[in-house]
Structures are given as C-alpha cells and as structure tokens.
C-alpha cells in the first residue's frame, strides 16, 4: 500500500520562498507519476504542477508558471516543490498524489498548510 506523507508548509511572507517534500513509502516512487495540488479556503482542490516517473516532463498550472518547481528523487522515494515569489493567494493547504492505477490521482497524502502574509 503506497503512503504519502507531505512536510514543509509553514507561514512566509509574500515575495518569500518555500520548499515542500513529500515522501512516498510502500513502494518505489519510481513507479508512478506524481504531482501536486492545492486548496483554499472555501475552494475546491486545484491541480498545480505534475511530474513524469523519470523526472523528465514536468507540467504546471498558469498560476505557477515561472515561480515553482516540481522534482524528484526517486533514489530517496521523495518529491518536492520549490515555492518562489510566493503571493498571498497561494495560501491553502497543499498535497501530493500519485497515479498508481491508470490516469487518475488515486493516492493522495493528508496536505500540508502553507500560509502566505501580505
């Protein structure tokens, strides 16, 4: 069973930056894509960046584009997300997710709370 635990989020100032991990245990992360989302209060889960199994396609959301980075480590069973020039809107809970049957994010782990102030 594949579990995916998220760390790093924490309260910044805007224009500041943040790194999240995310560590997937039961399995190889070499075996799945991965990516990662968010929430906001009173808004429904949005999709920000995606990453491919070898770690060579990477795709992201308009709203990120230019200021976070998605990687991996398969070697150390962990994903990140290299947050830059964060704005208070990016404010929301965030989690990483694995594909590891068919198309769809099936493994989700339980978010970690990033908080951006004005």
């Known amino acids: 069973q594949v579990q995916l635990v998220e760390s790093g989020g924490r309260l910044v100032q805007a224009g500041g930056s943040l790194g999240l991990s995310c560590v997937v245990s039961?399995?190889?992360?070499?075996?799945?894509?991965m990516g990662w989302f968010r929430q906001a209060p009173g808004k429904e889960r949005e999709f920000i960046t995606a990453?491919?199994?070898?770690?060579?396609?990477?795709y992201y959301a308009d709203s990120v584009t230019g200021r976070f980075t998605i990687s991996r480590d398969n070697a150390k069973n962990t994903m990140y997300l290299q947050m830059n020039s964060l704005k208070p809107e990016d404010t929301a809970v965030y989690y990483c997710a694995a594909k590891t049957e068919g198309l769809d994010y099936n493994v989700w782990g339980q978010g970690t709370q990033v908080t951006v102030s004005s």
């Open positions: 990453i491919s199994v070898s770690g060579g396609s990477t």
């Open positions: 039961g399995r190889t992360l070499s075996a799945y894509p």
